[in-house]
């Protein structure tokens, strides 16, 4: 079975801090990605990676970046945290091509 | 741009109910189409999956058809048990796979006994 594996379930930080969220795949994928779940909004894609150091924007980067040094590491990082980027952070992963993705269980991160 | 209207819960059935939650969508090209679920407190879960048109995709009593004249991917279920209880995406993937998914905003779906 995949397995996807994100480092913390919940994490309470503090408005301006800098923020690493970590997520690894065992399973040699080429693609990972960060969403984000909100109530009533459903998932937004917020970046994505096909290949190391490799980096595309999602629909919603603004204030956000991403690391991906190893292909089975991607790491979401919040330059300087804010109150309105508490949510549920999922991280996925999957094959090249129209293949499903793999979802983590969750990061559920509280700015205050 | 890609976008996948489903119908907003809570659903509320009775043990046994027929279930329907209506899915429609856009997409540029020939997407392929996802129903996921979430239990409380986990990720998601890939529920099954159609990547062509009439494909149809089953999982645990699930199915959804491939509807391109329609721009439709409709779960069923004809029978639901109290387990099935949980939120239910519906999502598509348009760009070769390494774009990411553009999901629906999930249907709650709440059974009793």
């Given at each position: 079975d995949v397995k996807v594996t994100q480092s913390s379930r919940y994490l309470v930080k503090r408005t301006g801090e800098k923020v690493f969220l970590e997520c690894v795949q065992d399973?040699?994928?080429?693609n990972m990605f960060w969403y984000r779940q909100d109530p009533g909004l459903g998932l937004r894609l917020i970046y994505f990676s096909y290949d190391v150091k490799m980096k595309e924007k999602g629909d919603i980067p603004e204030g956000y970046s991403v690391s991906r040094e190893k292909k089975e590491r991607f790491s979401l990082i919040l330059e300087s945290a804010s109150t309105n980027q508490t949510s549920m952070y999922l991280c996925a992963s999957s094959w090249r091509g129209y293949q499903p993705q793999h979802f983590g269980d969750g990061t559920r991160l509280s700015i205050l | 741009g890609n976008s996948v209207t489903q119908m907003e819960g809570p659903v509320t059935l009775s043990e046994e109910a027929f279930l329907t939650i209506n899915c429609t969508y856009t997409a540029t090209g020939y997407p392929s189409l996802f129903w996921y679920v979430q239990y409380p407190g986990e990720g998601l879960q890939l529920l099954l999956k159609a990547t062509k048109a009439d494909d149809k995709g089953s999982n645990k009593g699930f199915e959804a058809t491939y509807r391109k004249e329609t721009t439709s991917f409709h779960l069923e279920k004809g029978s639901v048990q109290v387990s099935d209880s949980a939120v239910y995406f519906c999502a598509l993937n348009s760009?070769?796979?390494a774009d990411g998914l553009t999901f629906g905003k999930g249907t709650h779906l709440i059974i009793q006994p």
């Open positions: 399973m040699d994928h080429e | 760009g070769g796979g």
